[in-house]
């Protein structure tokens, strides 16, 4: 294992504590949990998300103006406890109710509906939206088994942007599961990244391989093929992502391009050129292209892209003010 750390076991807890020193005017720890909430709160739904760290910026940076109002999460590639995730609710909840924004794991689900059913016993008024978006993970018969991947980033900023607006919890939740059901996302992946504490790679790779599909966690995806170029990966993992559901050359798109933590830029780059080329040629207009490291998985070498098709409501959604450590806004629109 290669990684400038101290002990394996405080990873999360020193991760979260350097996020704090660089922004804790904005936000505090949530004592007793690896959560953080928002310093100043506006009476307003409560957004709060959630899972295991070891993924960063989601989710521990999926925080700030426009987006969560508190994120909880657990030990490296670990749900976080449901009563970390009560507490975090808690710290950030104001009356007017709380969604919660997750990825489609079992841990999770368990978790955050273990916590909903405790803080609904105690009269808070508690809905959740799932990310599911990895179409490599099930058929579209079965959505509902999907992972949540990098789509979860517009899911976030929709969930966000409404609360902001003022719109009560059941309306929120709809936005959100809207842009949930609007966008579908594919991974690829070369060479797997190293939990702390490990010595092995959480999955091997032949010398010339990839895996197209791969998920967040090593997840075995739909197939593995030759290295290709980029062009060439790109063309099939757009193929498989507009054939899931496919867009009319009326509808707009916001498109993701994320770096899985050992990609280099120049590669992400490449991967943007080619994406907004493919699209270009089916008719799909871009309305906002993010290229930039979004859900990581260690230094996992790959990436994954994510295609969100908007309605006016959701592109207004989206074109609002939001902000985080790592995304400062729309690059066009």
């Known amino acids: 294992m290669r990684k400038f750390i101290n002990e394996p076991s405080k990873v999360a807890q020193e991760t979260l504590e350097g996020f704090l020193a660089?922004?804790?005017?904005?936000?505090?720890?949530?004592?007793?949990?690896?959560?953080?909430?928002k310093r100043v709160l506006d009476d307003k739904v409560a957004i709060v998300s959630g899972g295991g760290s070891g993924h960063e910026p989601v989710w521990l940076e999926y925080i700030g103006p426009g987006f969560a109002d508190a994120v909880c999460q657990g030990d490296i590639f670990a749900a976080p406890a449901p009563q970390s995730i009560v507490r975090a609710a808690k710290a950030v909840e104001r009356g007017r109710g709380i969604l919660f924004v997750y990825g489609n794991y079992s841990g999770d689900r368990l978790n955050f509906d273990l916590a909903a059913e405790e803080l609904q016993a105690e009269g808070h008024e508690v809905l959740t939206v799932r990310v599911a978006d990895d179409v490599a993970a099930a058929p579209p018969d079965r959505a509902n088994d999907r992972r949540g991947i990098a789509g979860g980033f517009f899911v976030s900023k929709i969930a966000g942007a409404a609360s902001e607006a003022g719109l009560d919890l059941k309306?929120?939740?709809?936005?959100?599961?809207?842009?949930?059901d609007r966008t579908r996302s594919m991974g690829v992946a070369s060479a797997g990244g190293t939990i702390p504490g490990t010595d092995e790679p959480?999955?091997?790779?032949?010398?010339?391989k990839m895996e197209i599909g791969m998920g967040m966690h090593g997840e075995a995806g739909v197939r593995r093929a030759d290295m290709a170029t980029a062009d060439e990966t790109v063309d099939h993992m757009i193929r498989l992502i507009v054939g899931d559901r496919s867009l009319s050359p009326d509808e707009k798109a916001c498109v993701l391009v994320n770096g899985l933590g050992a990609t280099t830029r120049a590669e992400l780059l490449i991967?943007?050129?080619r994406t907004a080329w493919v699209l270009d040629q089916a008719g799909i207009r871009i309305h906002d292209l993010q290229v930039g490291d979004f859900a990581t998985s260690q230094e996992m070498h790959g990436?994954?892209?994510?295609?969100f098709g908007l309605t006016p409501e959701l592109q207004k959604l989206y074109d609002a003010p939001g902000r985080t450590s790592f995304f400062s806004g729309a690059n066009r629109h």
Do not use: K
């Open 171 to 180: 309306s929120v939740q709809e936005l959100a599961t809207l842009a949930a």
């Open 22 to 37: 660089i922004y804790g005017d904005q936000f505090a720890q949530v004592p007793g949990t690896l959560a953080v909430a």
């Open 271 to 273: 991967i943007a050129r």
């Open 202 to 208: 959480t999955f091997v790779l032949p010398d010339g």
């Open 303 to 307: 990436f994954s892209i994510s295609v």
